[in-house]
């Protein structure tokens, strides 16, 4: 486990409607959900509230790019989301390539014997916790932290 910062993290899903919010412990044994915060103009101060309350190391903020690796119009928005979460809390926030997220957690989900309809409310929760799981064991294989750190600077678009 060389290179793995101690620490609790909070995976966040950027979505159009939802936010879903995951945790780990602080040895990155294990990612759990934490809630669905609806998308609105409380989004980022509810997030500050999740923050002050487990007392995170980082944000892992899902980067929804293309199979290609392109940007995407959710890539944009994902972007301008985790600038401002970096703005509003001091809490460092990093960018992770999601690929896939949201379809491993509908498949998860759908394994479950749930279906779409009444997964909706919790699959933002799951794909969250899917991009942190992948967070945690990308800094444990190599020792580096996945993604990239958003500038605290960074202003928006």
Do not use: W
């Not at 609790?8 to 879903?20: E, F, P, Q, S």
């Not at 001091?90 to 989900?109: F, I, N, Q």
């Not at 990308?138 to 996945?146: D, F, V």
């Amino acid at each position: 486990m060389t290179g793995f910062r101690r620490g609790v993290r909070l995976g966040v899903d950027v979505g159009k409607a939802r936010v879903g919010v995951a945790r780990c412990d602080p040895d990155g044994m294990l990612a759990v959900p934490v809630e669905t915060v609806p998308r609105s103009d409380v989004s980022l101060t509810r997030l500050a509230e999740i923050a002050a309350e487990y007392e995170p190391l980082e944000f892992v903020v899902g980067l929804p790019v293309n199979m290609q690796g392109e940007d995407t119009p959710s890539t944009s928005d994902a972007r301008e989301f985790a600038a401002a979460l970096q703005r509003l809390t001091s809490v460092p926030v990093r960018l992770v390539d999601e690929r896939l997220s949201t379809v491993s957690a509908h498949a998860a989900l759908r394994s479950s014997g749930r279906t779409q309809r009444n997964s909706r409310s919790i699959v933002d929760q799951v794909a969250a916790v899917v991009l942190l799981q992948h967070a945690i064991d990308t800094e444990k294989s190599t020792g580096n932290p996945a993604g990239s750190v958003v500038p605290p600077t960074e202003e928006p678009f």
